[in-house]
């Protein structure tokens, strides 16, 4: 089970710290997702943070804005967000894959198997 939170209403500019908590003893066989949905489009990757060694993947727009970790001894996977612009403004979904590390697969919605039921960010001008 994976429980997001920290989203809400700030303006242009400023930061929020996402959170998943995840339940269960192999968290850390997980890579670990973090994908937004705006209304009448699909889910888009924003970032991930594989399960062997931490490495981290990033979609082109939150590069330099974005940061993605996970505390494995905590179950958690956050996602820092700097300088949110209106464009970010989306529901945020955590997500966990089991064993996957690479790149594309990382960034496909299809390869998780377990979602959260997401947290609405909203970014005004």
């Known amino acids: 089970q994976l429980v997001e939170s920290g989203g809400g209403l700030v303006q242009a500019g400023d930061s929020l710290r996402l959170s998943c908590a995840a339940s ?4 850390h066989l997980y ?3 973090w994908f937004r949905q705006s209304p009448g489009t699909e889910r888009e990757f924003v970032a991930a943070v594989t399960w062997n060694g ?3 993947y990033y ?3 939150v590069t330099g ?13 956050n ?3 700097n300088d949110l612009q209106p464009e970010d403004t989306a529901v945020y979904y955590c997500g966990a894959a089991r064993l996957i590390d690479d790149s594309i697969t990382s960034a496909q919605a299809g390869s998780y198997d377990y979602w959260g039921q997401g947290t609405q ?3 005004s001008s």
Not at 24 to 27: C, D, I, K, N, V
Not at 65 to 77: C, Y
């Open 24 to 27: 269960g003893r192999t968290f």
């Open 31 to 33: 890579t670990m997702g």
């Open 54 to 56: 931490g490495i981290t």
């Open 59 to 61: 979609a082109d727009s």
């Open 65 to 77: 804005r974005f940061t993605i970790s996970r505390d494995n001894a905590l179950h958690t996977a």
């Open 79 to 81: 996602l820092q967000m």
């Open 121 to 123: 960010v909203t970014i």
